[in-house]
């Protein structure tokens, strides 16, 4: 794929997330992002990447403190998966302040703030009455839910995918990778997302497809790979911003009407999207 079929975003420069505006040059262009589950954001101005791509490069080192990282459940700490070459530190937005460096913690609230725009453009576009949103989004829409900030290196001695095919089960996933690998499925085939500079990567989970399913414009949760890194390849990292549900929340779908089309448990959708996938993050 070329990347100029890959629609492009920007965010507008408004330091309140409800009113920092998502725009792309044409309205085919958002047609095509919300079919295709993925565009690119222009990197906002007031966000430093290079402070947090150093944090993320720095944690693979053997002596990093943050190896010694408590783990919490399966989903956070410093994790090596056995079914991938990914090696990630992972916490949730409420254990940033504790283990991250304050800029970084910082660093993940102004990814909130970018998280929060794009499902409020979401949810504009979808005609669902703003007087439900938060309850949609079971929080998210308002500062709440749950989003994890992770630092994810590719481990090439592992001989395995870098990591699997899957959806997202999430809202909104905010990557920025520093090296190709990543893609996407397209009318059944893997084409690829090539890094964009001074550009992130935005792609829309199953929750959101959820929560718009009934609405005028569903989004679609996109299915993505990333291919096997060879240790010839540059070093890739990434730095991955999930914004989820709360997991013991209820999401809701709703038409343009408000009225009430269904919901379901968060864990009841995701032990569902667990059947047929392999990898949730
Ligand atoms: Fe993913």
Redesign the pocket.
Known sequence: MRKSQIPVATLSNDSASTKRQLSFVTPKDLDRAWGLGLFYLKTPDDLDFEFARQFGRELIATGSPYRQLPQYGELEGFIALDNNQQIKLALRRERWGQHYPADIATFGRQLDAIGIAIIREVFRQSGIPEALWDRASGGYASGGGDAFLNFVHYDTRTPDWG?RP?T?YGFV?ILDASAPGLQIEVGGDFEDVPVLPSHLIINFGEALNFITAHSNRAVNAVT?RVVSQQSTDPVRHSIVYFANPNLDGMLWQFDDAGKEQGSSKVQDLFAHLENSLTET?
Request: hydrophobic letters at 15%.
């Open positions: 990591l899957h997202d996933t993505h993050r």
